[in-house]
């Protein structure tokens, strides 16, 4: 997967390729670069460098915008339940019930409250738990904080998604899951319910680098980031992710 630019949160600037991948496709507005090796007698590189403008994409800066960013796809199919999101268990359910507030907002934030303080965070496993799994243990990474929120709204009848992408600011891994809330009076709005990473519930650190807002992608066979098939012997895949953080010039 890509960086691409999106609305109110990022524009890609530039992205260079060594070598330059057979094609670029694009679904569910999500970007794919895909690449074919031949052969595999000696190591291989694959090289991707893309500069990215990044944006506060957070609550405070919508409600001093004002204007909302609009949704590319119907949002009933931000309301599902599905894998690792099980908005539709009795569990979800019932403690969605009792984070129900009068207005969304005051509801998301109950939701963003209920998992910030009542999961512990874990490091980083590289396995799929999802929602219940991380209300039934009171433990998870990233992503099972984010598969919560989002299934906590879903059951609150609010839209909501998983994304995934990179932090500029990070310790060992820059890889992260947070989430996006969707309401009529500020349409799609990030919130990252991860412990550590928030300043407050309505303000975030402009240090996000999205790259995917599809919980169960297909073309990557539920991977997050890139998937590859191979023939003949098993290959070992190293992969390394730099990044550099420059001012904004004038």
Aim: some cysteine; glycine content about 2%.
């Amino acid at each position: 997967m890509i960086p691409k630019t999106i609305d109110k949160a990022q524009k890609v600037i530039k992205t260079e390729y060594a070598p330059q991948p057979d094609t670029i496709i694009r679904n569910n507005d999500n970007e794919y670069a895909i690449f074919t090796i031949d052969s595999l007698s000696a190591k291989k590189y694959i090289e991707i460098n893309t500069t990215v403008d990044i944006y506060e994409f957070d609550l405070k800066m919508a409600k001093i915008d004002k204007s909302i960013t609009l949704n590319s796809y119907p949002l009933e199919d931000y309301l599902i339940s599905e894998k690792y999101l099980e908005k539709d268990s009795a569990q979800i359910k019932t403690t969605a019930n009792l984070l129900l507030s009068k207005t969304k907002i005051r509801t998301i934030k109950n939701i963003y409250k209920f998992t910030l303080n009542e999961v512990k965070y874990t490091q980083y496993t590289n396995t799929d738990n999802g929602a219940l799994n991380a209300l039934e243990t009171k433990r998870s990474d990233c992503s099972g904080f984010s598969d919560l929120f989002v299934s906590l709204c879903r059951a609150n009848d609010i839209p909501a998604r998983v994304v995934y992408g990179f932090l500029t600011e990070y310790g060992s891994n820059p890889r992260h899951a947070w989430a996006e809330a969707y309401t009529n009076e500020y349409g799609w709005i990030r919130f990252d319910p991860t412990p550590y990473q928030s300043i407050k519930f309505d303000k975030l650190k402009n240090m996000y680098i999205q790259i995917s807002d599809v919980r169960n992608d297909k073309i990557l066979r539920n991977g997050y980031f890139y998937t590859y098939r191979y023939m003949g012997d098993p290959i070992n895949l190293k992969e390394t992710i730099d990044i550099t953080k420059s001012l904004p010039h004038n």
